[in-house]
């Protein structure tokens, strides 16, 4: 596919362009108030380059642009940004993992936009320590090909995506959890996959689902990578992950804050402008600074991964726990500003509040990170 220089150049404006012309605000609530995803727009921002540009044109990924797209698209259809950010982790596995004719049916028509990918990890007995208490089992048969069975929980977009990067057991658990997983690439018109849809709170367009699989069969030739490496491949993604996770929180709490200062300059009560009173003021410089914080170190962050510094592993940690507590911080700020009109279904401030959550947990939990932290960055024991 061929990569706009622009889309490389400018994401934030191409992003902007695509929104302003295919998710004007009234459809961004007509689809969170449906729980539906949103192809039409999926496909117009794929089209203008915005997936492809995650891989430089030497085939890198590129970090930078993926962290500007999410930024961009969490202030308007949040529930976008999530699914971007799945496919974008679709995309590194692809590139890294991918035979040439894996990459030529699965990783061009995703970034094309043709389909989009749904990825398979987190079970019902495990999210954090998902690999000790991973369940779902491919058995490998007399031909070559895998059996898989088990379920999955809390995967994004499984009900009408193309294909699943799943996860599975293809040897018995050992002293290290991490091995003896697979990654496998299953269509999602495979027999023997049942979805159900799980109701939630936020990113309500992007839906949450479970998978049931019941002897499912997947070939040789779609086992992604090395058999029973699965997981050290996930591994080889987290950093990029919590960059993009940081990047969506952050996208949030710039649309609340937007949204939070024009209520304050346009709202009056005793004849003036509420945003004349001391404490709202304060709220917002406090949301402003826990932003601009955010912002820094995630700019920190995406500079350092795409060189390769190895300060990554820490810097991308700090940057995904400032935003989202950015996130938090400012949607409750705005929600309390607001007042009634916060609570208004008609005005997305309570989106915001009820989509910044995600990221208190996804991909991983704050009190996870601030664990990772402790001893990563501050040499203390580890604690978990």
Known sequence: MTISSHALAEPHAVVRSVLAEHAPADRVREFDEAEKFDHELFRALAGAGLLAGAL??????????????????????????????????????LNAHGTPAQKDAYLAPLLAGDVHASFALSEPDGGTDVARAMKTTATRLPDGSYSISGRKRWIGGAMDCGYLLLLARTTEIGPSAIEGITTFIVPRSTPGIVTREIDTMGIRSLAQTDIFLDDVGVPAENVLGEPDR??????????????????????????????????????????RPIGAFQALQHSLVDARLKIEAAALLLDRAVKAADAGDPSVDVDSALAKLAASEAGTFTTDAGMRLMGGWG??????????FRDARLYTF???????????????????????
């Open 362 to 384: 996804a991909p991983l939990t704050d009190e996870m990170i601030r664990n990772y932290l402790g001893e990563k960055m501050l040499g203390l024991p580890r604690s978990y």
């Open 230 to 271: 699965g997981f050290r491949q996930v591994i080889g993604t987290l950093n990029g992950e919590r960059l993009n996770a940081a990047a969506v929180a952050l996208g949030i709490a710039r649309g609340a804050f937007d949204l939070a200062l024009t209520w304050a300059t346009s709202r009056e009560a005793f004849g």
């Open 56 to 93: 430089d044109e030497s085939g890198r990924l590129n970090h930078a642009h993926q962290a500007a797209v999410l930024t961009e698209l969490a202030a308007g259809p949040t529930s976008m940004a999530v699914a971007f950010v799945v496919q974008y982790m679709a995309v590194q596995l």
């Open 343 to 352: 609570f208004a279904r008609e005005l997305p401030m309570q989106r915001y």
